[in-house]
């Protein structure tokens, strides 16, 4: 079995391996709009910033004891198109286990400098709602630039849930030809198709 993808909400993803878990930028139950957090339980969480919507470690608890068998490296990045003035950095992680490389783009807010670093991962895990982060256009440019097998929005707003000022996931699908709208909010890896895949919210 190869690497599972559970989309939490927002910009909340679950990866496992191997029966061991990461969860990356888990937020407090009720802070986002239309998605509830319930606590689970993992053996790593990894935040890409120190904004609330993405660093509520409280609601994860550990499961210590297991060897990581993720390879995780860090590509520095920042929050907005300022260089950080305003919102502060950015940590992008890249994950790699059993072959395939997993990448969460966090809440970048423009293309990063260090692209290379990403450039072909399997899965890219990117924002596309705006505002906070990059917008559709903004995101397919890194999405041009990565050239990843399979695409994964995050970070956009749809009916019922998501911050009000966000933009869509539509406003970054219609940049594409090629999308599969999931009935699902867990995929394997190793069974993506090619092409953006939208997930459906738990």
């Not at 505002?131 to 707003?157: F, L, N, S």
């Not at 996931?169 to 219609?174: L, N, R, Y």
Request: hydrophobic share 40%.
């Amino acid at each position: 079995m190869g690497i599972s993808i559970t989309w939490l909400g927002h910009a909340s993803f679950e990866l496992e391996y191997d029966g061991y878990k990461v969860v990356i930028d888990p937020f407090k139950d009720g802070y986002v709009p239309g998605f509830a957090f319930e606590s689970r339980r993992a053996n790593k969480v990894l935040c890409t910033h120190q904004h609330t919507d993405h660093n509520y470690r409280q609601g994860v608890e550990l499961i210590e004891g297991m060897e990581d068998p993720f390879d995780i490296k860090v590509v520095k990045s920042w929050h907005d198109d300022k260089q950080g003035k305003l919102r502060g950095a950015n940590d992008i992680y890249v994950l790699t286990a059993g072959g395939k490389r997993v990448c969460h783009m966090g809440d970048v807010g423009q293309m990063p400098e260090d692209i290379d670093a990403i450039k072909g991962v399997d899965v890219l895990l990117i924002p596309v709602g705006g505002v906070y982060t990059v917008d559709g256009q903004g995101a397919k440019e890194i999405v041009d630039a990565v050239k990843p097998k399979t695409v994964i929005p995050m970070h956009y707003r749809g009916e019922g849930f998501g911050f009000e000022n966000l933009a869509t996931v539509k406003e970054f699908t219609d940049l594409f030809e090629k999308v599969t709208e999931m009935d699902c909010c867990c995929v394997d890896v190793d069974r993506l198709v090619a092409g953006v895949v939208v997930l459906k919210r738990q």
